[in-house]
């Protein structure tokens, strides 16, 4: 069964043209650019100056270029992961400089940056504490929290002017509209470049209306053509007063890494099942480093771009080359202040349309990915619960204001809110929730709606893949009418299904004897010139052994004394 998902133009070992790879990458360029605002407001909030704001800026463009590169790698997640500055420390980084200065805010975030890559480590023996409704929430509400500040930038909204400004609306729609026009109807290499020539578009538009002023001219004609990345190297020191927060949005920041890697993954799985441990390993601790390098050299720590994995979900190319030369682009765009100083102007309204198309992706990506299993009233309540609370950040701006300083990380986005909570409540409904089911069904008199129904049941407790529950319930149907039709069970048949993430297993005790289990193909030819009935019966027999052995991926028939045991395993 190919692994290649059928709607991606180029897949995540595919390569495309030389074009479109250079095209697609400028365009990951353009939107990661975007984001380099991030290190600029902890300049300004540090009262920097010009040229070391610019330092700030330009070291932040290489390391997280070398972090893009380094993702795209099997040393990291090895996806088309695009590494931004990380706005979830913001926050925390900021009030931590205040209170302790920069060199122990920046060395204390060295440490969580450390203290991330051990936790990336253990990361397999938590699994069951990331189910598909927690990442799912986690991948929803990062669309989510890219809707405001959207929004806000497509439309000029500005609340003491009391309205929108009709430029901005125009320059937005003109941006959007390309961009959705040329994703849903354009073919071939215009739906590549859809992003790139609706940022184009707007970028003209928004000249046309005078959105784009003299001040861009003038910032363009004082940054240099080309120049080295002049790092602060702050004095680093290890503060434990403002550690806690700092390991707060740390590991936020690694719940929000998680959500995009398992957007990743399951991107890039046509048939997929769950996250791969190993490699949310590996993203997760290559973006510590990432951190740690980064605070290292007094800039902003670094997390993963959900804007691009929207772009990737949209152009439908994921190929890891594009994620190679995007980081190396971003390492140039390092040397070249013009070239940043021009992305970083770009109009607002421009930028807003890009993260409302983004926004939208990954909102239909996290529903998705919350479907993809069977759910009860706990599952529901963890996904309900916590959408709530994460929609009520926007919803009540002045909600959270009260919270004390050490907990202001949690509550600062609707990603974090909505994350935590569904993190928690996840591990609070776990408590008695059952792994294990026992059940008795008499063959020839049990309706097939209970097993029907049992099967769905415990599959909702369970939170187990839908078709690995669809394909269970076809093989518990035919064996329980082969034990009946074929007379080998005496009496009731006890039904043990246990469940764990990697497994789902049935095993049926009854008195009485096993049934033949059929291992090649049927021969339709002879079952279609059986002959009275006992070839009719010996045919049937035939197909119902090659059913179950095919549904199940793994049937045993054993019996001992007059007990008899008929057990199937399906990998999950």
């Keep these: 069964m190919s692994e290649r998902p059928p709607h991606l133009l180029y897949a995540l070992d595919e390569r495309p043209p030389a074009r479109a790879v250079a095209v697609l990458s400028v365009q990951h360029l353009v939107l990661a650019l975007m984001f380099m605002v991030y290190p600029v407001i902890v300049a300004t909030e540090l009262g920097l100056s010009r040229e070391a704001t610019m330092g700030m800026v330009t070291t932040a463009t290489l390391i997280v270029g070398l972090g893009t590169m380094l993702q795209a790698t099997r040393f990291g997640s090895g996806f088309l992961a695009v590494i931004i500055p990380n706005p979830i420390v913001l926050p925390a980084l900021i009030a931590a400089a205040r209170t302790a200065g920069p060199g122990a805010a920046f060395g204390t975030l060295v440490v969580c940056g450390i203290a991330q890559m051990g936790l990336a480590r253990l990361l397999p023996r938590l699994r069951s504490y990331f189910p598909p409704e927690v990442c799912g929430v986690a991948v929803m509400m990062l669309g989510v929290s890219l809707v405001s500040g959207g929004i806000g930038r497509f439309t000029g909204y500005d609340a003491a002017a009391g309205g929108a400004d009709s430029a901005a609306v125009a320059t937005g729609l003109a941006t959007l509209g390309c961009i959705v026009v040329l994703t849903v109807w354009a073919k071939g290499p215009m739906r590549l470049y859809a992003v790139l020539i609706g940022c184009a578009a707007g970028y003209g538009t928004a000249a046309a209306l005078g959105l784009v002023g003299p001040e861009v001219a003038q910032a363009l004609a004082e940054a240099p053509a080309v120049a080295m990345p002049a ?342």
């Design 231 to 572: 790092p602060m190297f702050p004095e680093l020191s290890f503060s434990l007063h403002i550690l806690p927060p700092l390991f707060i949005a740390t590991l936020i920041t690694m719940m929000d890494s998680v959500g995009s890697i398992v957007s990743l993954d399951k991107m890039n799985t046509a048939h997929w099942a769950r996250t791969d441990m190993r490699l949310l390993s590996r993203g997760l601790f290559a973006d510590g480093a990432t951190t740690t390098l980064a605070a290292s050299v007094g800039t902003l720590g670094t997390g993963f771009s959900s804007a691009n994995i929207g772009l990737a979900f949209a152009s439908g190319v994921t190929a890891r080359v594009v994620g190679l030369v995007t980081g190396a682009l971003l390492v140039a765009a390092a040397f070249v202040p013009k070239l940043t100083t021009l992305l970083i102007l770009m109009p607002r309204p421009v930028i807003g349309a890009v993260l409302v198309f983004t926004a939208a992706c990954l909102i239909t990506a996290g529903m998705e990915l919350i479907m993809s299993r069977l759910l009860n009233e706990r599952r529901m309540l963890v996904i309900g619960l916590s959408t709530i609370l994460g929609l009520s950040v926007a919803a009540l701006p002045g909600l959270y204001h009260g919270v004390p300083d050490w907990a202001r990380p949690l509550v600062g986005s609707e990603l974090t809110v909505a994350a935590a909570a569904a993190l928690i409540l996840n591990m609070v409904f776990r408590i008695g929730a059952v792994r294990r089911a026992r059940v008795a069904f008499t063959p020839g008199h049990t309706p097939l709606g209970d097993l029907y129904e049992f099967m769905e049941t415990q599959g909702g407790v369970w939170g187990a893949r839908r078709d690995v529950v669809q394909r269970a319930t076809l093989a518990l149907i035919e064996a329980m009418e082969t034990l009946s039709r074929d007379g080998l069970a005496r009496g009731e048949v006890t039904v043990e299904a246990a469940f764990d993430e990697l497994n789902l297993d049935l095993r049926l005790r009854y008195a009485g004897s096993p049934p033949a289990l059929g291992a090649g193909a049927v021969d339709i030819r002879a079952l279609l010139e059986s002959e009275g009935d006992a070839g009719i019966d010996e045919a049937m027999r035939s197909v119902s052994g090659t059913l179950i052995t095919r549904v199940a991926d793994r049937v045993t028939a054993s019996s001992r004394g007059d007990e008899a045991v008929l057990a199937l395993h399906f990998d999950h």
